[in-house]
């Protein structure tokens, strides 16, 4: 599911224009997993105070994380809009700089795709709504 969009591009483009973007993808993919660790580590926490009862500490817990992530990830993807050229070169090489202006469209998305992992998924799960978690991606 999360290589969809790289499978497409391979059909549409050419070869050197997939990796193109692969290769921002993948930092951007490495910046996200670390961003949505703090729902992993509090997930067992937020279960916890829902299903006994405890809406206030839920509600604490779950503003608590939303802010810690866009506290990271906000000054990470200003961060990103000015290092990136530098990053792509240094990781790939100069023949891949183009990845650098993909990567920083692709930072947009650590702002609010963690939060909707927290927000979407996890509190889906909690509510025993399994099925919703499709429409909240």
């Given amino acids: 599911f999360s290589l969809l969009d790289i499978l497409m591009l391979g059909s549409l483009v050419s ?24 729902v992993v580590v509090s ?25 810690t992530i866009l506290l ?14 530098f990053l792509s070169s240094s990781i790939y090489g100069e023949s891949y700089l ?6 920083q469209i692709l930072s947009i998305s650590l702002i609010y795709s963690p939060l909707t992992y927290l927000l979407g998924a996890k509190i889906c799960m909690v509510h025993n709504k399994e099925k ?3 429409f909240t991606i």
């Fill in 15 to 38: 070869s050197e224009h997939v990796a193109i973007y692969k290769y921002a993808h993948s930092i951007e993919r490495v910046l996200y997993q670390v961003l949505t660790i703090f």
């Fill in 43 to 67: 997930f067992p926490r937020i279960e916890h105070y829902f299903h006994n009862g405890n809406t206030h500490e839920f509600n604490v817990l779950i503003n608590k994380v939303s802010k």
């Fill in 72 to 85: 990271l990830a906000l000054p990470l993807v200003i961060g990103i809009q000015f290092v990136s050229p």
């Fill in 98 to 103: 183009a990845s650098a202006y993909v990567f």
């Fill in 132 to 134: 919703s978690i499709f």
